[in-house]
């Protein structure tokens, strides 16, 4: 199956936090690219990564498999990771992982980033 | 697919085909697994009623291990050898373990029971939900108290001239028992397993081949908090259900 173009742009959204867009499709083939955001994301200072999925198109168990390798990442720089932008099916798969045991999971970047000062 | 005024209907947009794809690929959501049929010789000790586990969820150092063989192209594609082994996942097991999956092949939101066999021959019921399936990958989820807390993904993909099989586990062991027990030679019983495995799905196709293992710690961290877990471990009860066997066997005959 051709890979949609997947890009995971960082974006400073305050001094203690990072976005990171997430666009087209989050599959096993996404290692590279998320791991190098997630690195460009990890300042200094940082202590939340808030994932933006307003763009995803597409994510299988490979994507969720990747998306653990970020949290331990983030937890081991005692970080918290957030999420906004989930479709319905998504967060129901969020649950079904139990990666929402995790990952704070919010309906905008506001609401996430409130949540991230009030840690 | 939209409906038009018609009757007919246009052509899906893309949004609308990775919606369709989603839809049939992943398991609907379930808070407690729930075990619709107990096939013979299987034991729903530890399945019936459990959460799944994630690694988030497990006690242990959390591991990814890649296992892959090659088969040339012209002996199989990807979606037909994934599709095979969909088909009969249970025939490619090592001997002495067994996956009481529906007979109609590995699809999402299955629940199959597992019986396994650990070092000292000793037996252990467990079982795992179908997750995601596709026709390229396929994904099994453990529930609590399994060896285990994580999934194992199950794909082929196309490399050059060959058709790359794969295993690839993520998990963490699920209480600090299972742990020490990988550390006592229960990581190379799982690599020997999934070895085996790839081994008997390429030689189904023909194709005598070595299994490349790859092992990566990605947290060498143990979840301390998570020692609780140990209460539903399957080996404990699955342990005491055997020790039960001659009280229930009398208790069979009495009533």
């Given at each position: 199956m051709p890979e949609a173009a997947t890009t995971f742009d960082v974006r400073e959204v305050s001094e203690t936090a990072r976005a990171i867009d997430i666009t087209g499709d989050v599959t096993a083939q996404s290692e590279e690219v998320l791991m190098d955001a997630y690195g460009r994301a990890?300042?200094?200072?940082?202590?939340a990564i808030v994932l933006n999925f307003s763009g995803l198109d597409y994510m299988n168990s490979g994507g969720i498999g990747l998306l653990v390798t970020v949290l331990v990442r983030a937890q081991r720089q005692h970080q918290r990771v957030l999420a906004y932008g989930l479709s319905e099916h998504y967060r129901q798969i969020f649950e079904l992982t139990r990666l929402d045991d995790a990952v704070g999971i919010h309906d905008s970047e506001d609401e996430a980033l409130a949540a991230a000062r009030a840690s | 697919m939209s409906a038009m005024n018609d009757g007919t209907t246009e052509a899906a947009t893309p949004e609308e085909k990775a919606a369709a794809r989603d839809a049939t690929s992943w398991a609907k959501s379930v808070s407690r697994l729930n075990v619709s049929e107990v096939p013979e010789g299987a034991v729903n000790l530890n399945v019936e009623g459990r959460r799944l586990a994630s690694p988030i969820q497990g006690f242990g150092k959390m591991w990814q291990k890649t296992y892959q063989a090659r088969i040339p192209a012209e002996r199989v594609s990807p979606t037909e050898l994934i599709a095979t082994w969909k088909q009969r996942f249970p025939e490619f097991w090592p001997e002495g373990n067994r996956f009481y999956g529906p007979l109609t092949g590995i699809a999402p939101g299955d629940v199959a029971l597992i019986t396994a066999t650990l070092p000292g021959k000793m037996k252990l019921s467990t079982g795992v939900m179908v997750l995601f399936a596709d026709e390229e990958s396929f994904t099994l989820m453990t529930p609590e108290g399994h060896m285990f807390a994580g999934w194992i993904t199950f794909s082929a993909t196309s490399v050059g001239s060959e058709t790359v099989v794969q295993a690839q586990v993520l998990m963490r062991a699920s209480d600090p028992i299972f742990e020490l027990g990988l550390a006592l030679g229960g990581h190379r019983q799982e690599d020997r397993f999934w070895n085996e495995t790839l081994t008997s799905v390429a030689a189904h196709f023909g194709q005598e081949a070595t299994v490349d293992t790859q092992v990566v710690c990605v947290d060498k961290k143990r979840q301390w908090s998570k020692w609780r877990n140990v209460w539903q471990s399957s080996a404990i009860r699955s342990t005491l259900y055997t020790l039960g066997a001659p009280g229930r066997a009398v208790r069979r005959v009495f009533s």
């Open positions: 990890n300042a200094e200072g940082v202590a | -």
